[in-house]
């Protein structure tokens, strides 16, 4: 089954803590992409990469992390220093050739 | 600054009706605009897009208009239906085709019977 997964669903973080959220795909796309979607802002770019061990600060990146050891995985840290985490996280991927971008289903993530 | 400017941010319709999404752009480095279609709780999915060097695409229902003097590109559903009823999410992005898409803000599409 082709695609590109998100886990989890949901996610609950609690103030002062880090949470990480996974982003894995199996479509061989080079570059990754994480964007942030509140209500009535459209899609974010946060941080996004073209080849694996390297990656790019977009609009909005303070407060987050990223790391790609490997072509498959580009997982997004919210860390303490982000003080609105609340809002749905969206991975995306894109292949050089190609130009259609693919979105996971995305995670939801909420400061309880 | 926001490159991608998208209107309207809500808009309802009549089943059958003709819905008109607009957006426009600053960047004339991008090459490339597609339209992307989100359902509540689920990712964005492409609908449709079109490059600079054609005016008019149409597939099924949906069709995109491109004006490039005046940069700007539009999308019209032909005889909506409340199936239509999601966001809809303008974009445009430079070569190659592993660089960021850049978003509108979303339209919010409610298609009445």
């Known amino acids: 089954d082709g695609g590109i997964t998100q886990s989890p669903k949901y996610l609950f973080r609690k103030e002062g803590q880090n949470v990480t959220l996974s982003c894995e795909q199996n479509l061989n796309h080079d570059a990754m992409y994480w964007y942030r979607q509140d209500p009535g802002q459209g899609l974010r770019l946060i941080y996004y990469?073209?080849?694996?061990?390297?990656?790019q600060k977009g609009d909005i990146a303070e407060g987050y992390s990223v790391s790609r050891e490997k072509k498959e995985s580009f997982p997004l840290t919210v860390t303490s220093a982000q003080k609105n985490p609340t809002a749905f996280y969206l991975c995306?991927?894109?292949?050089?050739?190609?130009?259609?971008?693919?979105f996971g289903q995305g995670t939801r993530l909420t400061v309880v | 600054q926001q490159q991608v400017k998208q209107s309207p941010q809500s808009l309802i319709v009549q089943k059958g009706g003709i819905p008109i999404i607009n957006c426009a752009y600053e960047?004339?480095?991008?090459?490339?605009f597609p339209w992307y279609q989100q359902f509540p709780g689920k990712g964005p999915a492409l609908l449709i897009a079109?490059?600079?060097?054609?005016s008019e695409k149409k597939e099924g229902r949906f069709t995109i208009s491109f004006n490039k003097s005046a940069k700007q590109f539009s999308l019209h559903i032909m005889d909506s239906q409340p199936g239509d009823s999601a966001t809809y999410f303008c974009a445009a992005s430079r070569a190659p085709g592993n660089t960021p898409l850049v978003f509108g803000k979303g339209t919010r599409l409610s298609v009445i019977a």
């Open positions: 995306a991927t894109r292949d050089r050739a190609l130009t259609e971008a693919f």
């Open positions: 079109i490059r600079p060097d054609v």
């Open positions: 960047n004339t480095a991008f090459d490339y």
């Open positions: 990469s073209q080849i694996v061990n390297d990656f």
